[in-house]
């Protein structure tokens, strides 16, 4: 399983990656981002795809709905997770 997961915060970024090293014993490849437009470009490019992307929504530029969006464009079956503190967003997640 390929898991892309983006977020402008380094911080959060490295926290994910913590959680996800003690998660060693599953057949998993991690793909980190910092920007929703490197994922993008990266990822139309990649022969292999990845199965499921872990975003935030709040990001500078391009949120992770938009980002989502995208990716549904050409890839209808990739599995989708958001992160947020804003609860203001949850209902928009279930439109993409």
């Not at 003690?22 to 022969?47: G, H, K, N, Q, S």
């Not at 709905?65 to 967003?89: C, G, H, N, P």
Request: proline letters at 4%; hydrophobic letters at 40%.
């Amino acid at each position: 399983m390929r898991v892309a997961i983006c977020d402008d915060n380094q911080q959060d970024i490295e926290r994910i990656r913590r959680y996800t090293l003690r998660m060693i014993d599953y057949a998993v490849e991690y793909v980190f981002y910092t920007r929703p437009e490197e994922l993008l470009r990266e990822c139309a490019d990649a022969e292999q795809k990845p199965d499921m992307y872990i975003l935030d929504i709040e990001m500078p530029g391009m949120d992770g709905l938009a980002v989502a969006k995208q990716i549904r464009e050409t890839d209808s079956k990739a599995l989708l997770v958001f992160l947020t503190s804003y609860t203001k967003y949850m209902p928009s997640v279930f439109e993409v």
